[in-house]
């Protein structure tokens, strides 16, 4: 372990290492419940996905501690599983949207070995990367919303709030109330306790079943035969570019954020501000995509939570590690995942949107230019119920209002080509 992972070259120890891993898993094992409960609504099977979920994150962040050395862990990312069940599924079929998720891994992989993520990086301006990130935040948050049963369809406004009385939108909301308290509080893992919390709470109002025995909680994983191999390759090439272009961008761009945003709380960065061996953590990100797809789920990505772990001293790639272990443990918690209702998942999708909207506050809202453009955005992404037609309406107006105004120069030539695009995803 000292030889392989350099421990006291990086200033720690085993003991602090594997508390790291542990913390990181606990911060981030709501996916385990939540992916499953996102991904079925598609028409997916449960167990399977759940299977799939806690196998794809295990190898992925013990691939990422082993190749790159770094405490970072991957799984399912938020918001790309909404994309994947609430817009693509919806238009396609699942296997159909897992064949896209496979393309936009094999894309991720070849612009990383390229290196032309970092042309792309430098186009893109920041008002829409931050736009995109919290119309995402948003997305998520209107989803756990429907899903918790607050706000409900309208024939006369479209949406409207949902009868707060019901037993459900109660548990709901108590759930929220809870996850809420904890984070205020930083507990570690809030997210997966309220979760827990809510579901327990769940079985006294009699909406979350009662576990009968040991059974119901620890077993056999579910099998991963119903989504294995499942994918639509062909399929998703007839898709359309934006949508390829939506799961890809996406998660490249949270990819790199979150790579950046940990590593500096960790010291990773050199002098001129960049992250040694990021190229192999990218390639490892884009690896665990196809490799999740291949497996039966969503776009797996570096998760902002290995920030957790980083705070509790993790260093080296043994947190990886121990927090993918604890993830390949995990599977054996299948028949817990049965129990967890709806209602207790719900509350965790509107936490997770409160999270990721902080990217408005790097958006310039006193230069219009910037601004508009990253609004659309922002409007777009829950109201058209599409993260694609909200980087659309981004890229499309944002050179518009550029050059309208007399800064067209300002625009990089790769945007107007997004732009170009972005016209033919809307009108042709």
Same mark, same amino acid.
């Given at each position: 372990? &000292?030889?392989?992972?350099?421990?006291?070259?990086?200033?720690?120890?085993?003991?602090?290492?594997?508390?790291?891993?542990?913390?990181?898993?606990?911060?981030?094992?709501?996916?385990?419940?939540?992916?499953?409960?996102?991904? /079925?609504?598609?028409?997916?099977?449960?167990?399977?996905?759940?299977?799939?979920? +806690?196998?794809?994150?295990?190898?992925?962040?013990?691939?990422?501690?082993? =190749?790159?050395?770094? $405490?970072?862990?991957?799984? #399912?990312?938020?918001?790309?599983?909404?994309?994947?069940?609430?817009?693509?599924? $919806? !238009?396609?079929?699942?296997?159909?949207?897992?064949?896209?998720?496979?393309?936009?891994?094999?894309?991720?992989?070849?612009? /990383? =070995?390229?290196?032309? !993520?970092?042309?792309?990086?430098? +186009? =893109? $301006?920041? /008002?829409?990367?931050?736009?995109?990130?919290?119309?995402?935040?948003?997305?998520?948050?209107?989803?756990?919303?429907?899903?918790?049963?607050?706000?409900?369809? /309208?024939?006369?406004?479209? %949406?409207?709030?949902?009868?707060?009385?019901?037993?459900?939108?109660?548990?709901?909301?108590?759930?929220?109330?809870? !996850?809420?308290?904890?984070?205020?509080?930083?507990?570690?893992?809030?997210?997966?306790?309220?979760?827990?919390?809510?579901?327990?709470?769940?079985?006294?109002?009699?909406?979350?079943?009662?576990?009968?025995?040991? *059974?119901?909680?620890? *077993?056999?994983?579910? #099998?991963?035969?119903?989504?294995?191999?499942?994918?639509?390759?062909? *399929?998703?090439?007839?898709?359309?570019?934006?949508?390829?272009?939506?799961?890809?961008?996406?998660?490249?761009?949270?990819?790199?954020?979150?790579?950046?945003?940990?590593?500096?709380?960790?010291?990773?960065?050199?002098?001129?501000?960049?992250?040694?061996?990021?190229?192999?953590?990218?390639?490892?990100?884009?690896?665990?995509?196809?490799?999740?797809?291949?497996?039966?789920?969503?776009?797996?990505?570096?998760?902002?939570?290995?920030?957790?772990?980083?705070?509790?001293?993790?260093?080296?790639?043994?947190?990886?590690?121990?927090?993918?272990?604890?993830?390949?443990?995990?599977?054996?918690?299948?028949?817990?995942?049965?129990?967890?209702?709806?209602?207790?998942?719900?509350?965790?999708?509107?936490?997770?949107?409160?999270?990721?909207?902080?990217? =408005?506050?790097?958006?310039?809202? &006193?230069?219009?230019?910037?601004?508009? $453009?990253?609004?659309?955005?922002?409007?777009?992404?829950?109201? +058209?119920? #599409?993260?694609?037609?909200?980087?659309? !309406?981004?890229?499309?107006?944002?050179?518009? %209002?550029? +050059?309208?105004?007399?800064?067209?120069?300002?625009?990089?030539?790769?945007?107007?080509?997004?732009?170009?695009?972005?016209?033919?995803?809307?009108?042709?």
């Amino acid at each position: 372990m &000292e030889r392989f992972f350099r421990l006291k070259e990086n200033k720690t120890n085993m003991q602090t290492e594997i508390i790291a891993g542990i913390t990181t898993f606990m911060t981030m094992a709501y996916i385990i419940f939540v992916n499953p409960n996102i991904l /079925s609504a598609a028409g997916m099977d449960f167990g399977a996905v759940m299977t799939a979920t +806690a196998l794809a994150a295990g190898i992925a962040t013990i691939l990422m501690g082993l =190749v790159t050395n770094y $405490p970072f862990a991957l799984a #399912s990312g938020m918001g790309l599983n909404a994309f994947f069940a609430f817009v693509v599924a $919806p !238009i396609a079929g699942w296997q159909i949207a897992l064949g896209a998720v496979f393309i936009s891994g094999i894309v991720f992989f070849l612009l /990383s =070995v390229l290196r032309i !993520i970092d042309v792309i990086d430098f +186009a =893109v $301006p920041v /008002s829409l990367k931050r736009a995109i990130s919290a119309g995402i935040g948003l997305f998520i948050a209107f989803i756990g919303l429907q899903g918790a049963g607050v706000i409900v369809g /309208s024939p006369a406004t479209q %949406v409207t709030l949902g009868d707060l009385n019901a037993p459900g939108v109660m548990l709901s909301l108590i759930g929220l109330a809870i !996850i809420a308290i904890l984070m205020a509080r930083r507990v570690k893992g809030a997210i997966l306790l309220g979760i827990l919390i809510t579901t327990v709470i769940g079985m006294f109002m009699g909406i979350a079943r009662t576990p009968a025995g040991i *059974g119901d909680i620890i *077993g056999r994983p579910a #099998s991963l035969l119903p989504v294995l191999g499942q994918l639509d390759i062909r *399929g998703a090439l007839g898709l359309g570019f934006m949508l390829i272009f939506a799961f890809v961008f996406v998660d490249v761009f949270d990819t790199m954020g979150t790579l950046m945003g940990t590593a500096a709380r960790a010291g990773f960065l050199d002098k001129e501000g960049r992250l040694p061996k990021i190229k192999n953590a990218m390639l490892v990100d884009a690896v665990g995509t196809a490799g999740g797809a291949l497996l039966g789920t969503s776009t797996v990505t570096t998760y902002v939570e290995s920030a957790a772990g980083i705070s509790e001293g993790g260093r080296t790639g043994l947190t990886s590690l121990v927090t993918g272990v604890l993830f390949l443990l995990a599977l054996f918690l299948a028949p817990l995942a049965g129990l967890v209702p709806p209602q207790a998942t719900a509350p965790a999708l509107i936490i997770v949107g409160v999270l990721m909207v902080g990217g =408005v506050a790097g958006i310039n809202f &006193e230069d219009f230019t910037e601004a508009f $453009p990253a609004f659309l955005t922002l409007l777009f992404m829950p109201l +058209a119920f #599409s993260i694609a037609d909200g980087i659309a !309406i981004g890229f499309l107006a944002y050179p518009i %209002v550029k +050059a309208v105004s007399g800064r067209a120069k300002e625009v990089h030539w790769f945007v107007y080509v997004l732009a170009v695009v972005s016209f033919i995803h809307f009108f042709l």
